[in-house]
DNA sequence: CTGAAAGCGCTAACAG
DNA sequence: CTGTTAGCGCTTTCAG
């Protein structure tokens, strides 16, 4: 049915071998030879097939994706970037939603590995229980793992540096003035401190007048931020500045802060972190650290495409990306 | 190196096509014979080569999505119910962003053809030449349009109902009584009104007090809308509500009255379209117009499976789904 | 520079 | 129920 590689060798009365030759590399084969074989697969509007091809190098020119859920504006910005140093070398990127459930990545691991993807990018391994992770480590293709530098030394990583946020955050709201401060993030993580609460909270602690501040455990989203901003405020009133674990999170604290009547940054600072887009749409406009999604994305896939090329080669890397603090205005000095 | 059928068909005793039976339909084969063959592919850690099976059976399992960009939320809601749909026939995504620019694009569709993708979902055909859509049209797998459906009767469609949205959006003015409406929207498209346009347009017309509603032309982005916003008020102060084309302008008109001292929804009422999860978060919550973004990308995907399936019968379908008034607190009575 | 031939890993008749 | 065989469309030695 579809044109194949041998149409195109019949047709220009050459060897199938040659119209691949011609096709591919390009040298050791006559230049008119080429000619002409590019000339009739043009004509006959040709299509390699990259599967039959893919079947004997052993490469699919193709990677997989595997994120929590796309609709989460910071994947999209990774998936971006992910997709765009994919193309740059032509591949293509599968996408997977995993919502973070170790069932589902699984799934989508066994899947993409079926389809021989020559690499995958994921969010999260946390989820998984260690045996999942060594079959993952031993899969055979090479892994990278997004914002997971501790959790595991088999795979390479590619992270923003999320303690340096934490400073910048703490520094931001001391040269403010504040000396009442809040932060408010996720679930907690078994006893340890993620990297961006311990720069926050070392740097306050080291200040010249330390301030101690309080840290409240909730969920990473809106409502779980705008319920914890009330219980905070219920229970702290003394707090004048907050900084928020993510920009979502944010937004949570300033509904909460409407509600109750409070004013940013008049009556309350806020400082969130990831710099997604909405943040300066909302208002005020965040203050918030930003993190170089896209390029976390791009230089996740740039790794991914080394370590595919390097076969042998299986020490995982890591790299460590910049953050930056964008003023806006939600934060104020304290009056 | 990696594990192969031929390796289980050895290790069990039996011949390869044995072992392919067994993992493939189950029937037509001894259940004995069946569980060592399991067994052994269990042991050894065994993984289907896809792609080799792709080859022999033409299928690859796998759709394309093509958007313009997957960080409009609008995209990335509709991206993972296409994944979802995917999923649920255990099929993957391939994510293509185009920026609707046609080389882009054609390259993309070029690159998945090549991978023999099942089918291609897109968002815009509409910036390509009649040259390539007739290409794009012959390329021998089932297209389906996204949100594109005058444009081409060559292709499946799946689409919001965009004009009963519009006609909501005008009622929903009309009934809180205002008299001094206006649209904003994205470029002229050479004349035709977008049905989202006419819909409101003809209602307000219709109405049994007529009014004639302004109609201005930008771009389908939050500083156009901004801009536009800005233009329309110096005109015509006497405008009491406005009807934005999509929520991201919507915030850009949400700005723009704010830098005036203009308040919503006292001073003007606002409404948009596409009820994107931050319409919620922002202030005043936004009353928009619902599209089900999901359940498009998810019905999208439904259809290109089915038309997979059934390679003869190449009648383009098409199919729209509902939109809803979603209230929240942007619009107020005209007093 | 070009052709012949083997084979990537799997499925699908066709026999038995 | 199971084995044999012939490819799917392409790349890649190996000869010539």
Redesign the interface.
Known sequence: M?ITIKDVARESGVNISTVSRALNNGYGVNPQTRELVLNVANRLNY??????R??VTGR?H?FA?IVS???N?FF??V??GA??AARSD?C??????SDLDPIRQME?V???????VDGILMNSVAALNPEEQRQLAEC?VPIVLLNRSASNRAFSTVTADNEAGGVLAAQHLLKLGHRHIAHLTGPRQHGNMTDRTRGFVQTLLAAPEPVNPVVLYGAFN?EGCRDLTNKLLDHHPEITAIFAANDVMA?GT??AA?DRGLRIPDDLSLIGFDNI??SS???PPLTTIHQPKYEMGYAAVEMLMGLAKEKNNRTPESRVLGVELIERQSCAERH
């Open positions: 579809a299509r390699p097939n990259r599967v039959a893919g079947l699919s193709s994706l859920d796309i609709r504006p999209a910005e998936a971006r997709a765009d032509k293509d990127l599968v996408l997977c939603n989508y066994k899947s993409v590995l079926e389809k021989r055979g809106y937004f300033v509904r409407m887009e909405f749409v909302i208002h």
